[in-house]
T-cell receptor
Framework: DTGVSQDPRHKITKRGQNVTFRCDPI?????LYWYRQTLGQGPEFLTY????????KSRLLSDRFSAERPKGSFSTLEIQRTEQGDSAMYLC????????????FGQGTRLTVV | DAKTTQPPSMDCAEGRAANLPCNHS???????VYWYRQIHSQGPQYIIH???NNETNEMASLIITEDRKSSTLILPHATLRDTAVYYC???????????FGGGTRVLVKP
């Protein structure tokens, strides 16, 4: 098991461009979470999936953000028409969804919008 | 999920025990206390969690008061690699998200 994998690790994009991040959870983990973290702050919840179903979305997830998890395996997070305020670390985590088990986080994708 | 309160920062001497407090006075009966840490430029890492009883694993010990309104994470022999931000999080069983506060920035000094 290689843990939660995120790609890319770093992304620099121009304002107005679209970006897509990928997360590969630990195999057999049915829950997958996306968080955003800005400098000096704790991670903030964005959304989570139970298998392929997106069950909760934060108010932070504006219309420009969309997340998918086709077939309940990897997930993608797309940001359309990026803004400078989107610059942050985007973290993915997965868990097996059973009771009180821990979540495992990836190393994150650092997005810089210039 | 109940809110937690942690000191913003603390220093610890290398080799000594680090005791990290957390207040969660509004915790309810089915909520667990979780601890995660985040080393610079990495994703958060799970440390330990508990409900009522004290817990210990290879990384740390968790002491929960009898009324469950506060807890202490103990790193028994702090090393320089333990320098990180430590987050105390309260979450109900089968919860679907972690709510991170500001955490405690721990600096282990030689």
């Amino acid at each position: 098991d290689t843990g939660v994998s995120q790609d890319p690790r770093h992304k620099i994009t121009k304002r107005g461009q679209n970006v897509t991040f990928r997360c590969d959870p630990i195999s057999e983990h049915n829950r997958l979470y996306w968080y955003r973290q800005t400098l000096g702050q704790g991670p903030e919840f964005l959304t989570y999936f139970q298998n392929e179903a997106q069950l909760e979305k934060s108010r932070l997830l504006s219309d420009r953000f969309s997340a998918e998890r086709p077939k309940g395996s990897f997930s993608t997070l797309e940001i359309q028409r990026t803004e400078q305020g989107d610059s942050a670390m985007y973290l993915c985590a997965s868990s097996d969804g059973r009771g009180n088990t821990e979540a495992f986080f990836g190393q994150g994708t650092r997005l810089t919008v210039v | 999920d109940a809110k937690t309160t942690q000191p913003p920062s603390m220093d610890c001497a290398e080799g000594r025990a680090a005791n990290l407090p957390c207040n969660h006075s509004t915790i309810s009966g089915n909520e667990y206390v979780y601890w995660y840490r985040q080393i610079h430029s990495q994703g958060p890492q799970y440390i330990i969690h508990g409900l009522k009883n004290n817990e210990t694993n290879e990384m740390a010990s968790l002491i929960i008061t009898e009324d469950r309104k506060s807890s202490t994470l103990i790193l028994p022999h702090a090393t320089l690699r333990d320098t990180a931000v430590y987050y105390c999080i309260v979450m109900r069983a089968a919860g679907n998200k972690l709510t991170f506060g500001g955490g405690t920035r721990v600096l282990v000094k030689p």
